[in-house]
Structures are given as structure tokens and as C-alpha cells.
């Protein structure tokens, strides 16, 4: 599915970001999902020849849930303490499954949208609870949020019709992904891409 008609550059940089960022957030990594890696080599295959697209690697492929703040504005006290409510409200939150196909284009990236959305939604309230038990403000918004996972950025401006054309050469069959923790890592994306560390995994479930 198109939604734009033109692509844009998704690397610009976002205020306070630059080359040596470290930014806290809590993703979903799918670092054994071997379903999703299959879809995602189809996809790739298929894209390999689009210009102005940056393919992104299994290890790459994360859902991005809730930010806290770059590293050097986090102290060491307040992060343990989040992590620590993180985890017992996690504990009431089961594991589940998602499943993603078809792509979409929107400006800066093509993603597939995870469905259902109820159990990724689930977790991030979970965590902004446990974010707002420590700080007076949670950052970003409660609302608007929709758990995709991306397998293309953009690095250039263009048309998006030769992007629906190489999706529309795809044919395959739906990937079904596990997720039974959520991770707190340190991001960062020096190299035109999203690149990060594991501080702490978070099991679901308890």
C-alpha cells in the first residue's frame, strides 16, 4: 500500500541527535525470529535494485515503543528505578504474537504494520506507567502509537512508484513473530542506520 507518492531522506537529524548520540529506548529486537528474517530476505531481494533505499539487515529489525532520553541526560539511579517498576508491571503483561505481510510506503520508509496492535500497546502502557511512577513527565505522546516494523528507509528524494513496483513482485506468505520480552537499549544511528547495544531485557509474563 502507497501512502505518499513522494519519497524523502528519513536520515535528516531530529533536534538533539548528531553523529555520537546515545539514545534510551525500549524496543521489540527480533534477533531469532527466523519467520520474520524469511520475509524480510524476500522483501530485500526485491528491493535490492531500488535506488535511493537503505535495505535493513535482520540484526536491524526492531519495533521501536517508547523513548526514555539520550544516555548522558539519564541518571544512573532514576533508570534503575524505571527498570525496576518496568519490570513488575511487565510481569502482568502476557507474551504474544504478531504477524506482518504486506508492506507500506510512507516518505521515509517502507513497514509493515503488526497486527493486532492491542498486545504491543499493552507493553508500552505498561512502561509509561512505570516511566511516570518515577518522573513527573513522560516523554513522547500516549497517543497515535502504531507498532510497525520497518525493512527500508529512504536516502533520497523520489517517486514511490518504483518502490510499489518491486513490493508488487513479492509473493509470499505472512510472518508470524513470538515476542516474549521487550529490551531496553542504547541506540544510535551513525551509520545510516539503527544500530544499538542491549542494556536490559525485560521478560512479559513475569
Known sequence: MTLTDRM???????PGWGPGSRF?????????ANDLHRLAADYR?????VDGLDLVPDESLHLTTQGLNFVDRVPE????????AAQQRLAAVPPFEMTVHRPE?????????????????????????AIGSVWDTVPEPADGFGPHITIAYSNADGPA??????????????????????????????????????HTQLPLGG
Open 8 to 14: 524523502a531522506n528519513h536520515w535528516w537529524w531530529r
Open 24 to 32: 534510551y529506548t525500549f524496543h521489540f529486537t527480533f534477533q531469532q
Open 45 to 49: 531481494r526485491a528491493l535490492a535494485d
Open 77 to 84: 539511579g532514576e533508570l534503575r528505578a524505571i527498570l525496576t
Open 105 to 129: 510506503i510512507t516518505p521515509e520508509a517502507i513497514r509493515w504494520e503488526a497486527t493486532p496492535s492491542n498486545p504491543p500497546a499493552a507493553v508500552r502502557t505498561a512502561l509509561r506507567d
Open 161 to 198: 512508484a518504483p518502490v510499489q513496483a518491486a513490493l508488487d513482485t513479492v509473493t509470499t506468505e505472512p510472518a508470524t513473530v513470538r515476542v516474549d520480552q521487550v529490551e531496553l537499549i542504547v541506540l544510535h544511528r551513525d551509520r545510516r542506520m539503527y544500530e544499538w547495544e542491549v
